[in-house]
């Protein structure tokens, strides 16, 4: 995807709920360009206020360039993990702006962004960010640079 907009998407379910933005079961994404701006997923548990991927591909990480996320958000009675961004397969980001994106839970951890596969993060700026637990939260092989 490029040059794409997504804008006050959202999810309210009583269950689990995940990326109000994109949603994706099956595969790993390349955004470049665009911008996640005032989504959110507010349900018991909550991945991913605009970007959610689940699935497992060794090889095939998801890519985000030069993507801004603003504002966005998860919120939780129980987990509550990525307010903007979670990526359950390895994560690359190369610039970007991330700010203000929120996980709200008394376990939320990934403010801005939730990568349990770990990733790597160059040349972003993130700011203003909130969770109760981790802020941003990669499990492996976080190489900042220009953060």
Do not use: H
């Not at 991913?48 to 095939?60: M, T, W």
């Not at 690359?92 to 929120?102: A, E, P």
Request: proline content about 3%; some cysteine.
């Amino acid at each position: 995807m490029d040059n794409c907009v997504f804008e006050n998407n959202y999810v309210i379910v009583t269950g689990g709920g995940s990326g109000a933005a994109i949603n994706l079961n099956y595969g790993p994404a390349t955004i470049r360009n665009s911008q996640f701006v005032g989504n959110f997923v507010t349900a018991s548990t909550a991945f991913g206020g605009a970007y959610f991927c689940n699935y497992f591909f060794v090889d095939q990480p998801n890519m985000f360039t030069n993507t801004t996320c603003l504002f966005n958000f998860v919120s939780g009675s129980g987990q509550a993990d990525g307010g903007a961004i979670y990526s359950g397969q390895t994560l690359l980001l190369s610039g970007g702006i991330f700010k203000g994106n929120t996980a709200n839970s008394p376990d939320a951890v990934g403010g801005a962004i939730s990568v349990p596969a770990g990733g790597l993060a160059t040349n972003i700026s993130i700011s203003g960010m909130c969770a109760y637990g981790v802020n941003l939260w990669f499990n492996i092989c976080l190489t900042p640079s220009g953060v």
